[in-house]
């Protein structure tokens, strides 16, 4: 009685999950996109079909089907299938699966998978509670991840697991997915409908499903329009999913950029009030004041790494004050991106072999020795000679007259622009 009460709730949690749940696959055949992973011949597939998995990372952004591929190989395996999200587990929790495994293999000579989800969450201690089990084969481990493994798994229980790297969803497979979806909820859609929902959820295969959802319900009884999708594309907005994310902060930086104060302060307040870390906003304004204003306003980058630490030292909602004067302040400022390409331009050259030996002049004398090479030989002190400046060269022979860094004619640049010309460097590339 119990076992028919249990399958009925199933049936019924079945039927009023969200539509992205609904649709999840069962066996890697009917996984959409990732046929880089799962096309015929390729590896991870053949390893599933052999039933030879061995430990494994999912790494890849939201809604590319981490879950969905952890589940079809368990729709395909001979081996007991464990889930576990890191979210909610712990150590005990792990325990108790691996003394399970444990007793699979030895009573029936079955091996055991644990999904364990989310395993960025996941301390070092935790992670480490699973090593042993995975290294004598007790488990086979598929842990997911939005986060980069190198960074975020252990080196031992990385260097144990097989890194599978999930991209976003192709249009192609986008529109697959929702055609799914209008199939699962017995209606129908307009083309411009349908291209709307892909073209925005970016890959995120949940989030075209969920957008979806909402847009059938719209429009019941009736077909999805192009009216319906763009409401529940707003709808999803509201929530600043991921897309939002790079769209909000992608305005933001060029609002910014645009020497628009208005615009940028309104960018960053949807920005707070969606709840975006504000650490991510102010590493944005700092890099934003080197890439974007450089040398044009110095105090730019000063007012920007303030901002930086007063979020860290003061928190929101009081460093909102802090962010909003930094805004303004980048949003006024000239703007020139020499400094930026400066740097830029000489890496690329140098990855191109554009170098050189050291001039003697300018190596390091300070040692027993150096005299008799010739180091140092020839340098002029800048402090010694009027103004602090001498004319010498800095870079190797065959590079003397190149020049990275040319000033912009905006704000402070316009004054070192007179600097340099008053030293020749504008001329002769010193």
């Known amino acids: 009685m119990s076992d028919l009460f249990s399958a009925a709730a199933e049936e019924r949690l079945r039927a009023t999950a969200p539509l992205a749940a609904r649709l999840r696959p069962r066996t890697l055949a009917d996984v959409v996109g990732q046929a880089h992973l799962v096309g015929e011949g390729r590896p991870l597939r053949r390893l599933v079909e052999q039933d030879r998995l061995t430990s494994?990372?999912?790494w890849g952004p939201p809604g590319t089907g981490k879950t969905t591929l952890a589940l079809a190989v368990a729709g395909t395996t001979s081996r007991a299938f464990e889930q576990l999200s890191a979210v909610t587990a712990g150590v005990k929790d792990v325990r108790e699966v691996i003394e399970r495994a444990r007793h699979r293999l030895g009573e029936r000579d079955q091996g055991t998978i644990l999904f364990l989800d989310e395993i960025h969450r996941f301390s070092k201690a935790q992670q480490d509670a699973l090593l042993p089990a995975v290294e004598d084969g007790t488990l086979t481990l598929i842990g997911a991840t939005t986060e980069n493994p190198f960074f975020e798994v252990n080196p031992p229980l990385r260097s144990r697991s097989t890194l599978f790297r999930l991209e976003p969803l192709?249009?192609?497979?986008?529109?697959?997915?929702?055609?799914r979806g209008i199939e699962a909820e017995g209606a129908g859609a307009d083309r411009d409908a349908i291209e709307l929902l892909v073209d925005r959820s970016g890959g995120d295969?949940?989030?075209?499903?969920?957008?979806?959802?909402?847009?059938?319900?719209?429009?019941h009884p009736g077909r999805v329009a192009l009216e319906h999708a763009e409401a529940a594309l707003g709808?999803?907005?509201l929530r600043y999913g991921r897309d939002d994310h790079y769209d909000v902060i992608s305005a933001f930086i060029k609002?910014?950029?645009?020497s628009d104060p208005d615009a940028a302060t309104y960018w960053l307040a949807r920005m707070l009030e969606a709840g975006e870390d504000a650490r991510f906003i102010a590493r944005r304004i700092v890099i934003f004041a080197s890439e974007d204003i450089g040398m044009a306003d110095p105090q730019a980058l000063l007012v920007a790494v303030a901002a930086a630490h007063a979020v860290e030292h003061v928190g929101l909602p009081e460093a909102q004050l802090n962010l909003s004067q930094a805004v303004i302040h980048m949003a006024t400022a000239p703007k020139s991106n020499r400094s930026a390409l400066a740097i830029w331009r000489a890496r690329a050259d140098v990855r191109?072999?554009?170098?050189?030996?050291?001039p003697p002049h300018l190596r390091d004398a300070h040692y027993q020795g150096a005299s008799a090479l010739g180091h140092g030989d020839g340098y002029e002190y800048p402090h010694d000679h009027a103004g602090g400046w001498v004319e010498q060269h800095y870079l190797p022979e065959p590079l003397v007259g190149r020049r990275w860094y040319e000033p912009s004619p905006y704000g402070f640049e316009e004054e070192i622009t007179t600097r340099m010309q008053r030293r020749g460097s504008i001329d002769d590339g010193r």
């Open 255 to 258: 609002s910014m950029r645009g």
């Open 235 to 237: 709808t999803s907005a």
């Open 56 to 58: 494994a990372i999912f």
């Open 352 to 358: 191109d072999g554009t170098v050189g030996e050291v």
């Open 205 to 219: 295969g949940r989030q075209v499903l969920t957008s979806l959802e909402v847009a059938c319900a719209l429009a």
């Open 170 to 179: 192709s249009h192609d497979d986008m529109r697959t997915l929702v055609m």
